[in-house]
């Protein structure tokens, strides 16, 4: 099985961490490709960035549509990801989305932890659209950027620590789900902190890709995720 | 009070139907200019045309950010309209949002009338978002494609009529609202037809916008909208 | 347009406080005029007052049901709105639903401010009842009666400032609404004083009805708001 | 046990059909009062009716609060209800919420069987108010006015036995619902007829104001039914 | 009328608290008999406990089938409660359903207190599956097992009040409910202390359950809980 | 890794199709074992049933519980699922969970085709308490008991194909799921003459287990799930 990992923004710092995180827990049968971003963000901290690496993301899907079994966008956000299903049949998979479906097989709530504060809108509506909300006990967010996360990992772990302690004392959170693939390499430290399970969207993803090719799945043509008819694109 | 609509994709045909939908209603000291983006989709046909036009429709709007006291995205779905809300203080309208707002006013419950067929999940999730679900009687779809709409005014008039009428008979609509830029111009004849009020988005856009703007309102920048810290673009 | 905005209480000041804030941000072409109950309550201070104020509001709104083209029940609760939709062709608003519906376009949560703090559960109802409650991120009240906030200006902004603050920064409201006529005035000190939009709800229904008025809409008469059969009246 | 049965309209025909239902299930310790308005209209066929109705009830119940030990408002939507509990301590029942909690016993889902079509929409929000859509199959209605109810007692039983039976079959419902007071007779005729509970309101809330009275419930004084401060009415 | 009481586990002790809570609210004409489990757990403490209790629950319910007319399982969650809808006419209740529906007539919103911590998800699902979510304002918890409920009554009532006030005070409670069967004895206690109705399953069960006898209702056999064809056991 | 797959029900040659497709789409690395119950029903055919079931599967997996990765029980209703989490550190899966989880990415929307028409509210619960109701399109029953199911294949695949095909066309699924583990053999087929994917929880919760395993992920024992204090059970 061959796996499209793409870091949707230019960061080459990043993208180690996630290719790093998408290959501890991967099959040995897995060939396992991370990409980043040509132009775009250097991270995405919020909406316009989010728009801009959407339409660059695609780009990237597309190029390489005809050499992967699956996709995996690999911001919890997934910006994009709507239209990389209607363009593929390959699956394709967010990294958000397939960390907090893992979580529903472990608790009854997960919180999300995420940065920075600004994104806590953001972060919510993107569970409420996957229906996932009664899950979620809470978003909490630590005031760091993202292209900050790398730059102090004491910093970040204490910051982190701090806000799962809280998600799972005064949330009743039982799962915690990393909000940010700048994040990926923190779930164990994390998972060992606070004694509960730390799920990082980038490992998540990759298991989630190896179990949907493994059964043979695709995504659906039936119905919003149909291609369009083509349209006249002037650009 | 200086008004900037955009429609979205690339289609001169449909911006005048847009411009003159917004014209009708206009209040006479209303400024309004409706300008079309120079590179994108002739039409949103589907997820893929909206991850485009985002991006070109908020270039279009930061270009212009300076000349304009309000904003209107003029799409049913009006993608990149959180974008724009983060990176301006001016208000900035979609046509589905401001239809659906004003149609609560009107009756319990509104049908939005659109097409393709497969656009309806797409719709739906717009409508969720925006947290008017408890409102919406139903999505009712007519098979045609948005670039379609205008070669057959008849059979669109036709079409739309039928899918209205069922919204009201089958699913409790009181009020209708139509779900796409390119049926501007038909929202009096359907409403003559059906016998209930029909919203034309762009229509009630710039009623909003003139209702924000004259009561000196713009958009919250102490949450979710707040600008991001400038990130490292590489382009 | 002429527009008739009834304050359902039989106070002359807060009828005062309501007219002006009805006029300041009305177009130059709107005829506005402002009137109270003769009979009922001096303000609202519970559901009983509510029941009796709704029928003498009905009334009023009855013998002037010609002389206007839209209809603003100036209470944020707006109790016998329904009927009054039910009996006129004419548009109908309350200031609780024009504050929400246009605050929904401002930020992603409003937080509404009220009181007593009695009164909490049935503003959540109200919210409920329009359907926004997605959109609602807290309600905060003040320990006031609705008489007492004319009496001391500086309490009231301070007291309202306050339940904002904590709105704002516990309960991430992006935007306030103010959640009672009698508050009509305070809405830019506050808006100065927290640095969020503040919505009255007067202001935002004599722009709504301009709005709707300007387009030319009016009640659904296809369902719920449908003139029943008249009955016998024993009275 | 002291009960009193408000009729919230002046028609004596429907007075004597709640109060026969009212006496058929009541235990023998019960002593049960039916009392319709002196003013207000002959039949709630629509909100006005209700609005009116609503005074003329409060000013009922608040001449007799001294005397009884429970209070009932025998009409689906119970119009001023939330006063009634805001005015008194005695525990007070609304004959839809009464049959639609004892519903919630039986089956996984019931429907509302109620009249005219043109209130599908108000008896929707009610269900929605008490917190019990999750619940509700459907609301079905039959086109005929509440005052003919009594005109034709079969067609009055054909027309709810199809009602019920496509709730049954179409909507999944386990459980009937009767949507209007002046329904109460036919509980048993429609059970037979279509094998499912099928549950009158007027008997439902005898029988639980005599759950809550013999328990020794009174309504809750500590929040949104607390008293309101005695204001100024100038009536 | 004769009724069913059983308690789901093994203990002698709960079983005399819940025979004296259920007789002392019991109309004179009711015959009513309290069993316990003949195997099972000593007290439910989790989910095993649960399942446990839920077979010989319903072992006990079937061998006494045809001596009752209803029963109720006295345990907050009633495990086995569908499963005794299904194979009896007879109703069924369940203690915390029963006091969960007697309170929504009481108040706007009711919290429910219980014990120990661990099991706040586990009553979250309870209220959510009886749809009664939106009336339910907390959930609170005492950090005690079930069994040791009856070793310290004061610590017991010194903790339950605590947890009740700040219900009240912080989540806007204005009706307590029991969450544990162990609890029978404390309502009118913890009434008197706190001000606002505490509703004790037990006795609300008896109540409804001698309301819809009274009032001649059977559980639903027109769909989910129909019987199911007999199947071959193999025990 | 080993995974125990747990057919709740003493049926053995459902016990073959459940172990067939299970291994079907396993890793080679997976050792599987599928066991059934020693007692308990031939097939779980309502809410009785399930009961019977929840406790030998409990016994089951207690007794296997220190030799095993992971487990799943193979009832797409999983009875026992929580009591199973809460007794075990290694992670358990539910099928009807797993493949509903799956299908979250690949459609919009999702259908459960299940039977008997009987247990449609039961599966509506399931996914209700799953909090996925937002993304199923709806439940559809066939008529036929689960024992039945394998005694002709034609007539199951043709029902189930015709209420796949009402799914999709009326209803709006593009998904499906199967609702129940003696369907597992039926996946394939019905997708090639739908032209969605068709999704066997069994093979689904064989590939999540894998993927769980594979990340190191197990039941959280921070809340819900944490082991409760041993009671003294009489048995």
């Avoid at 996630?18 to 909406?47: C, F, K, M, N, W």
């Avoid at 989630?208 to 090719?213: D, G, N, Q, Y």
Wanted: glycine fraction near 8%; hydrophobic fraction near 45%; include cysteine.
């Amino acid at each position: 099985m061959k796996l499209l990992v793409i870091n949707p923004n230019t960061s080459d710092s990043m993208t180690r961490v996630i290719d790093q995180a998408a290959r501890r827990y991967a099959l040995p049968q897995t060939e396992l490709v991370t990409l980043h971003l040509s132009r775009g963000p250097a991270s995405i901290e919020g909406y316009l960035d989010a728009v801009v690496a959407a339409e660059a993301t695609l780009e990237l899907l597309l190029a390489h549509r005809a050499d992967y079994d699956a996709f995996i966008i690999a911001c919890f956000s997934a910006h994009g990801l709507h239209a990389a299903r209607e363009q593929l049949e390959a699956p394709v998979f967010g990294i958000g989305e397939a960390a907090m479906l893992l979580a529903c097989t472990l608790g009854h709530h997960f919180s999300v932890l995420t940065q920075p504060a600004r994104s806590k809108p953001a972060v919510e509506e993107v569970i409420r659209g996957y229906g996932l909300w009664q899950r979620c006990a809470s978003v909490r967010t630590v005031e760091m950027s993202v292209l900050a996360l790398g730059d102090d990992a004491a910093a970040t772990l204490a910051n982190f620590t701090e806000a799962g302690r809280r998600a799972i004392e005064e949330d009743g959170a039982e799962v915690l789900v990393l909000g940010c693939a700048g994040l990926a390499g923190i779930d164990k430290a994390l998972e060992r902190a606070l004694g509960v399970p730390v799920l990082d969207g980038v490992a998540c993803a990759v298991k989630l890709a190896e179990a949907c090719v493994g059964y043979g799945l695709r995504t659906s043509k039936a119905g919003g995720f149909a291609p369009p008819e083509p349209g006249t694109r002037a650009r």
